[in-house]
């Protein structure tokens, strides 16, 4: 059974690997931003988004994701147009992670009423 908390907040960090991976040129041609630099700090977090998304299976792996919001909205003193992107993408990320934990609640109820009505009868 698919875990419905780690695929959406996966699919949310690939996203934002997108986003983050294409600030790289911005850097480069609109910035003052050394090629070097701007490929550290755009590829860079991009990784570490990907990377995240494979390590959600661990509960760590969340606490990850959290800080790659951090890093999206501070991306924004280089590009100024991040402070709007990696502020929408941390409420995406919020609102997949309480969605997704919102599922298994519900998921877990719906089993143990499924289990103590299969022992009733």
């Not at 960090?13 to 294409?22: G, M, P």
């Not at 919001?69 to 992670?97: D, E, S």
Request: with cysteine; net charge neutral.
């Amino acid at each position: 059974m698919r875990d419905p908390k780690r695929a959406m907040c996966a699919m949310v960090l690939a996203l934002e690997a997108i986003t983050l991976a294409l600030t790289t040129p911005v850097m480069i041609n609109l910035g003052d931003i050394a090629t070097g630099q701007a490929l550290a700090a755009g590829l860079g977090p991009a990784a570490l988004s990907l990377l995240t998304a494979g390590l959600l299976r661990a509960r760590w792996g969340y606490w990850l994701g959290h800080l790659v919001q951090v890093i999206a909205i501070a991306m924004g003193f280089l590009v100024p147009m991040m402070f709007v992107l990696g502020v929408v993408f941390a409420v995406l990320w919020g609102a997949a992670y309480g969605v997704g934990r919102k599922i298994e609640r519900e998921r877990a109820a719906a089993y143990a009423a499924y289990e103590a009505e299969q022992e009733s009868q």
